[in-house]
Structure formats: C-alpha cells, structure tokens
C-alpha cells in the first residue's frame, strides 16, 4: 500500500532484488483492500488515515503487516495492542524510521534519559511533510519518559513558542527545503550537554531497515513499535532493554 510514493518504490527496489519475495499487487490510497486477499504480507507506506483502514483489514484477515507510515501516536498504538491483546491474534509491526543510525539514536537517548534530566528534542523534516512532530519524534520522546528516573520540569511549557509536549518532553519540528531528514535530542546535566544528533540524506538510507524488518515480521506475532523492537540488532537490543 502507498507503492506510487517514494518509499512504496524502494520497497518495491528492494523486493525486486531479492527472489525469496515476490509483489503481489502494487496499491494507492485509492485501491480496493479487496486485494490485500491471499498475501503473506502487507507493506503500508501511506497516509494515516488510509493506515488505520489498513491495519483494520490485516487484522481481519490475520495477515502480518509492516507500516512506515507516519502519524501513528502513542494513543492510537495503544488501541492497537489492546485489539491484538484481545482478539489473540495479529502481526503487526509500527516502524517510526527504518534507518539503523535513526534506532541507535533513539537508544542512546533512552541511555541518557536515565542520567540527565533535562531534554528537549528538534527534529527537521521537507516542508511536503504532513504530520508534526514526526513519529521518530514521537517514538524518541516516549522512550526518554519511560526510561527516566528523575526529570525537570520543562520551563514556560504552556507558551506556543515552546513546541509540544510529547510524554514529558518538549518537541520542536522545523519544515524546511532542502533537507530530508534530522533529529537532535538534546540533554542537559550539570554544567554540560549532550547531543545526540542523527541525520539522513535520502531514502537510500532506510533500505537496510527495510530488507531487515521484511525477514523479521513474520516471526514476530503481536505488536512490534520501532526496529529494535522488531529486530535483533545485537547491542541496541541490549541497550534498548530487550529480552
């Protein structure tokens, strides 16, 4: 689903050189769900309120599903493991950024998160893209809250200058030409920062994510959110807390 858009066609590059896969059917926001019948696995890189209509459908149908679409919030994600929870069944993946420097970020930060009490995260996307902050964003800032053991409060929170508050941290989002993809999470201790910064230059940089996340998601029943909950990529699912 979404194969017309710039990541439904690397998808579509990377399954065309590889002969354990094979498309079944490229779709668009406008085909019929009708055609995700008697597939092994559904791609979905669309928007998301076709994304939701997607999911819905694999999980009728019980069928493994991997989605790269943007937009899926903490709450939404949370409706979906209680469905999964309680129909027993489904296989669904919710992959914010399928670069592996983007998944080592995000665990370095949680890292941090359990040291430094102050962060607040920047994250810098194309003016094209529709929804802000960007999941990698969303993901990030839930990781830091749930790996933090003490935190500041952020300061004048409440003014509009000040981004969003995402799980107890400040989310800023720029629009701008000319870049395709960074996030900075910034942290703060006692007379020192830390960086952590992380930024791609073209879609090319999510195709290891991509061939690593197609192998995974069919031995991965229930709900996966983020690479590193789908993949073992050896020490970030160390650090990352993973059994």
Known sequence: ??????MGRLVQEIVALDPAYEIVAGLDSRSSLD?????????????????????D????????????????????????RRRIADQGRGTVAVVPNFSIGSVVG??????????????????????????????????TAHLISGARTSRAEPAHADQPARGVHVGGVQVHSLRL?????????????????????HETYSSQAYAPGIRLALDALPHRPGLSVGLAELVDLGVVSELSGRA
């Open 1 to 6: 689903m979404g194969a017309t858009g710039a």
């Open 57 to 80: 459908r694999c999980l009728e149908e019980d069928l493994p599903v991997l989605v790269g679409t943007s937009g899926w919030t903490a709450p939404l994600i949370d409706d979906l």
């Open 177 to 197: 030409g000319g870049v395709h993809g960074v996030q900075q999470a910034i942290f703060s201790g006692t007379e020192e920062v830390l960086t952590i910064s």
């Open 35 to 55: 055609a995700l019948r008697g597939v092994d696995l559904v791609v979905d890189v669309t928007l998301l309120d076709v994304s939701r209509r997607v999911v």
């Open 106 to 139: 995000s665990v370095l930060s949680r890292v941090a998160a359990t040291v430094l009490p102050d962060v607040e995260l920047v994250e810098i996307h194309p003016r094209s893209k529709p929804d802000s902050p960007s999941g990698t964003a969303i993901h």
